[in-house]
């Protein structure tokens, strides 16, 4: 479990197997950067049982608050920019619940997983891409003490349409020291 001020981030537990099913089923609940198209749920439950959701190519965590209510979810996995463990960086994702954005839980949960990641893996970088019209999140890697570094033109499919991604990054030295 990694704590905040105002939320934590934690593994799913079976309890939350509902949340996710509701979650991936309902596009009203995605935001407009993360729908994808219906997927349908049965593999969510499966997913679950096999491995929680935590395993060396993808994890899957709760954003919760101090009440125990879940806002949202973090995900992450380790990607190659070359040949040898030193090339492995991670990149992430991440969603909250429409109720929940713009309370402050998107940035915090921001730093608490560059956190996490950079205690727990021999990492230097951690990246991420946001639609180049979603201006909310850029704004939040901002205040989290991440990088803009360009525009990867046409780079995903979503909606029918080619959308420009924004690619952010931050670096171990880049981290703000901790208090």
Do not use: C
């Not at 509701?22 to 439950?45: L, R």
């Not at 991670?90 to 429409?98: D, S, T």
């Not at 929940?100 to 921001?110: D, F, K, N, S």
């Not at 999140?137 to 991440?146: A, D, H, P, W």
């Amino acid at each position: 479990m990694i704590r905040g001020e105002k939320i934590y981030l934690r593994p799913l537990k079976r309890i939350d197997v509902a949340y996710l099913q509701k979650y991936f089923e309902n596009p009203e609940v995605m935001s407009e950067f993360n729908f994808f198209g219906f997927h349908g749920s049965e593999g969510i439950e499966q997913e679950f049982n096999k491995n929680g959701f935590i395993s060396d190519t993808y994890t899957r965590l709760a954003v919760v608050t101090h009440s125990e209510q879940i806002v949202g979810m973090v995900d992450y996995r380790p990607v190659r920019h070359g040949p040898g463990q030193g090339n492995i960086a991670y990149f992430f994702g991440i969603e909250l619940a429409k109720e929940h954005r713009g309370l402050g839980y998107g940035t915090e949960a921001h730093k608490l997983l560059v956190r996490y990641l950079f205690a727990t893996y021999p990492i230097v970088r951690i990246e991420t891409l946001t639609d180049s019209e979603n201006k909310a999140e850029q704004r939040t890697l901002e205040k989290s003490n991440f990088t803009r570094e360009g525009i990867m033109r046409q780079s995903q499919w979503r909606k029918g349409a080619w959308h420009d991604m924004v690619l952010y990054s931050i670096l171990r030295q880049e981290q703000p020291e901790l208090g």
